[in-house]
């Protein structure tokens, strides 16, 4: 389970959904304020930050890496 949960492809799929709902949010946030679509904005923001963050974490050699078992600090 854990090897599909760390997938390129998982990172892939969420940045393509987070930048979906941040570019649908935002686009009719302008057109028509209210609360939804800008709840709807700030998730997608939320699961593209998660798609980048984990797919830093999924790169060895950066400082963020999990690849050895532990974390550079």
């Not at 941040?22 to 686009?27: K, R, T």
């Amino acid at each position: 389970m854990r090897g599909f949960l760390s997938s390129p492809w998982l990172n892939a799929l969420a940045a393509l959904i987070g930048g979906l709902m941040l570019g649908f949010g935002i686009g009719r946030f302008a057109n028509h304020p209210s609360v939804p679509y800008g709840v709807l904005a700030l998730a997608g923001l939320l699961v593209l930050w998660y798609a980048i963050s984990d797919y830093r974490k999924a790169r060895p050699d950066t400082p963020e890496s999990e690849t050895h078992g532990h974390t550079i600090e």
